[in-house]
């Protein structure tokens, strides 16, 4: 199991900037990818940014140049920096972790508002 915890969500204007943060614990080395995803009211959950095991990193076109995932493996917590926030990234953000037999496990999200 992985228990993952997300923090960092809040209210920010457009063009400002966040940081999430996501504590990862429980059967961590079992872990084959980690990123996040983002839920919009009335839309699908969409994959935002993912770090895949050797280092792979894969964005979603719409946060590409704006948006950087990174990882502390010694505070064995992830990030999300997000700069040049716009409306249209107003979500609550989910934190993901698959493990080598392909079972994901979900933090509880935090929510992210882009308004002024």
């Known amino acids: 199991q992985v228990q993952l915890v997300e923090s960092g969500g809040g209210l920010v204007q457009p063009g400002g900037s966040l940081r999430l943060s996501c504590a990862a614990s429980?059967?961590?080395?079992?872990?084959?990818?980690i990123g996040w995803y983002r839920q919009a009211p009335e839309k699908e959950r969409e994959l935002v940014a993912t770090i895949i095991s050797g280092g792979t990193i894969k964005y979603a076109d719409s946060v590409k140049g704006r948006f950087t995932i990174s990882k502390d493996n010694a505070k064995n917590t992830l990030y999300l920096q997000m700069n040049s926030l716009k409306p249209e990234d107003t979500a609550v953000y989910y934190c993901?972790?698959?493990?080598?037999?392909?079972?994901?496990?979900w933090g509880k999200g935090t929510l992210v508002t882009v308004s002024s």
């Open positions: 429980g059967s961590i080395s079992s872990i084959n990818r």
């Open positions: 993901n972790a698959r493990n080598w037999a392909n079972v994901d496990f």
